[in-house]
């Protein structure tokens, strides 16, 4: 009973420190793997282990022989099998060491982005429009038609024309211009993604995993309108909610504004003597024409 109500050992702060690391890369380990194919590898090595442990226990002399030939270049082995993981991992530290600033350049800019989101929502035209931030694309964008163009509507439209020789694959922008078109991006081998998602969207989700980059993606099936960051993916945005999350995600502050409406008919335009707009898009600079807008 005394040595039961003998005070704790003495625990020092620096040993609750060196605990809590531990537990905190534990946990980030846990939360990197889940619902990842890295998670059922990591059951593979653990059973691989409950054999190597077996064989030293049961001494099985030629089974120990083959684990100590094998041993020494496992270390090689899990580096490579995991190695997305690991550069996922090491990229969000990094992300979390820096502070992402978005050039002044790009937050200008990224309205034309969101009018051409809504031209293509409106035609049902595919595309992939990724903007660069902390992270440089300089891999992807020597994968396509290098362009260095500044960003405008304009632009894009023409780009993502299905016509055009230049609509398949990504447009990279790099601060305020379009550094290269039909961009060749990773797919993500994420197994709990959608079935639905195309290959287009496991693009857009996989270049946000290893960068920090954000893509916006318009399907050509539905026409609908996707946001991708940091490995997730927000479907079915309307413009203002894109305009939102891009104000949010570029650190500028947007304005309330209506979203785009369609006038079914004449009378309606006469309604009251007065002339509504067929589409207001609510700009904060360099507010485009109504004809523009109506692309």
Not at 3 to 31: C, G, M, N
Not at 33 to 61: N, P, Q, S, W
Not at 86 to 105: D, E, H, K
Not at 185 to 210: D, F, K
């Amino acid at each position: 009973m005394i040595r039961f109500l003998s005070p704790w050992p003495h625990v020092s702060a620096l040993s609750l420190v060196d605990i809590l690391l531990v537990a905190f890369i534990i946990y980030e380990l846990l939360a990197l793997i889940k619902g990842t194919r890295a998670a059922l590898m990591l059951i593979g090595v653990a059973a691989l282990a409950a054999v190597v442990y077996f064989a030293h226990f049961a001494e099985l002399a030629t089974l120990n022989w083959l684990v100590n030939a094998v041993l020494p270049y496992a270390g090689f082995a899990l580096i490579v099998v995991f190695a997305p993981e690991i550069r996922q991992a090491l990229v969000r530290l990094g992300r979390r060491l820096t502070l992402s600033r978005t050039p002044a350049s790009v937050v200008g800019a990224y309205d034309d982005i969101v009018l051409a989101a809504n031209l293509f929502s409106q035609n049902q035209t595919g595309a992939l429009i990724v903007i660069e931030r902390e992270i440089g694309l300089r891999t992807y964008i020597e994968s396509g038609v290098p362009l260095d163009a500044h960003l405008s509507y304009d632009l894009l439209a023409t780009i993502f024309r299905p016509s055009a020789p230049l609509h398949d694959g990504a447009v990279i922008v790099r601060r305020d211009r379009i550094a290269a078109a039909a961009c060749f991006l990773p797919l993500s081998m994420n197994p709990v993604l959608s079935t639905q998602l195309g290959t287009r969207h496991r693009a857009a989700i996989g270049v946000t995993e290893e960068t920090d980059a954000i893509a916006v993606v318009v399907s050509e099936e539905t026409g609908g309108i996707s946001l991708a960051l940091a490995g997730q993916i927000e479907r079915d945005l309307t413009v203002e909610q894109l305009r939102e999350r891009m104000g949010g995600l570029l650190r500028r502050y947007v304005p309330q504004s209506t979203l785009p409406t369609a006038i079914s008919s004449e009378s309606e335009m006469l309604d009251g003597g007065s002339v509504s707009p067929r589409i207001t898009l609510g700009r904060t600079s360099d507010s485009r024409s109504e004809s523009e807008a109506e692309r």
